[in-house]
């Protein structure tokens, strides 16, 4: 039986059933979380000193393309490789890359939005996620010129461990309701969750459509929805079904402004994901962040502008669990993960709060979400083993840059971004 007992640090376990303290233990036994509290003792577990640290459930990264990252910070040049563009050794390589780069971020939870075209490129995405060591949802997305049974016997294939799939469907509104009701049936006829991007063009009621059809339910999960109507956003409340906000992503593409209002009047708790690394950073310290600062600016307007019956203000107790717990749940995984309560698995992240960045701790949550980022991040542990010590990666990170600068090579070159996209060359 293997152990592992953090002591002395700030638990924050953002659990429904258990407290937060500001000085406590934590052990971990056979990878879950067995105990929280003071002055607990473990024969034989491997001891780590947690004092001056925060110790929290990991991130989960709610909705990513991870295939985006070898293309970061290129969205202003116009890049846009698009999945025919990668073979199955590049897929894998940005895959892996996302992924180990996420960790080092303080992710322990990812949701994959991947546009497989063939059962080799999905093989690959896989092995990736088996590769990298953290828990993770490969969202099987219809690629661009897939056929519905080429998808259909994608989303058969069989999983690695600590990966879940789920099936991403075409985007509601952008072909007939009758197709993605097709969508979503063979999906759970595979017993799969569903997940689609919704909201991108204008509020027309087609959210409401599907749930006046009844397609819509707590086993779908919404991306985005950053221009649905009303109607939509009742209909999503009243389902059951999960939301997840990109707000980088959303603002920097032009997507819309993430619909955090709209939400919060429907007790709807989303998730948080960082979409597409080309012009969104790639950590969900960013993505709290901007969650709170789109609520807050709201308030604000309203308040100048003399309106009546104002908003409550988002606080950083909710932000944080965007962060976490809801993200878990609107995956699928809020039993498995995202808050530290006994029984659940030990994903979790220790944060340093000694660096100057972030001294004082005044407050612990309001420090995580308004004050701190990477550079506080100590350990990373998922199902009990850590992943990050000291900041890095514990495997060696070269050999996997090498392969995502050949990888990156060889797309832009498929993709025609050698000429003319300044950086690229």
């Not at 952008?174 to 993605?180: E, G, L, M, T």
């Not at 944060?351 to 350990?379: F, H």
Request: charged share 25%; aromatic share 4%; glycine share 10%.
């Amino acid at each position: 039986m293997s152990k592992t007992l953090l002591r002395g640090g700030c638990v924050l376990t953002l659990g429904a059933r258990t407290s937060n303290h500001t000085r406590a233990d934590l052990l971990i036994e056979d990878g879950r979380i067995a105990e929280v509290g003071s002055g607990i003792r473990a024969r034989d577990a491997e001891l780590i000193d947690a004092t001056d640290t925060i110790v929290m459930p990991g991130f989960v990264d709610a909705h990513r393309q991870l295939a985006h990252t070898l293309f970061r910070g290129t969205g202003h040049l116009g890049v846009s490789p698009e999945s025919r563009h990668f073979e199955d050794d590049d897929v894998y390589a940005a895959t892996l890359l996302g992924l180990m780069a996420a960790a080092e971020a303080g992710t322990t939870t990812l949701a994959d939005w991947c546009e497989a075209t063939s059962e080799s490129q999905l093989d690959a995405v896989l092995r990736a996620h088996r590769d990298a060591g953290i828990r993770s949802v490969v969202v099987v997305a219809r690629a661009p010129g897939t056929d519905v049974s080429t998808w259909k016997r994608l989303l058969a294939t069989e999983a690695p461990p600590n990966v879940v799939l789920a099936a991403g469907s075409d985007t509601p509104g952008q072909v007939p309701d009758s197709d993605i009701q097709e969508q979503w049936s063979i999906a759970r006829n595979a017993g799969l969750r569903v997940h689609a991007r919704v909201g991108v063009g204008e509020g027309d009621g087609t959210i409401r459509r599907l749930a006046d059809a009844g397609a819509l339910g707590s086993d779908v999960t919404l991306i985005h929805c950053t221009r649905l109507s009303d109607a939509d956003f009742d209909a999503i409340a009243s389902s059951g079904a999960s939301v997840v906000l990109a707000p980088s992503d959303e603002m920097a593409e032009g997507v819309g402004m993430p619909p955090v209002q709209d939400l919060m009047d429907r007790q709807i708790k989303p998730g948080l994901g960082v979409g597409s690394e080309m012009l969104a950073p790639g950590d969900v310290f960013a993505q709290m962040r901007a969650v709170i600062s789109i609520q807050h600016a709201r308030y604000f307007d309203l308040k100048l502008a003399g309106k009546a019956g104002l908003p409550n203000l988002l606080n950083t107790r909710e932000t944080i669990k965007f962060g976490t717990f809801y993200g878990a749940s609107a995956v699928g995984l809020g039993d498995i993960t995202g808050s530290l309560e006994p029984g659940k698995r030990a994903d979790l992240i220790v944060l340093r709060t000694d660096r100057p960045n972030i001294w004082p701790i005044n407050d612990p949550i309001g420090a995580v979400v308004w004050g701190m980022d990477t550079s506080n991040l100590d350990m990373v542990f998922v199902d009990g083993q850590a992943v990050v010590r000291e900041r890095r990666s514990v495997r060696d990170t070269s050999e996997v840059r090498r392969l995502a600068e050949e990888a990156r090579q060889r797309v832009a070159a498929r993709a025609g971004l050698l000429e003319g996209a300044g950086g690229l060359a």
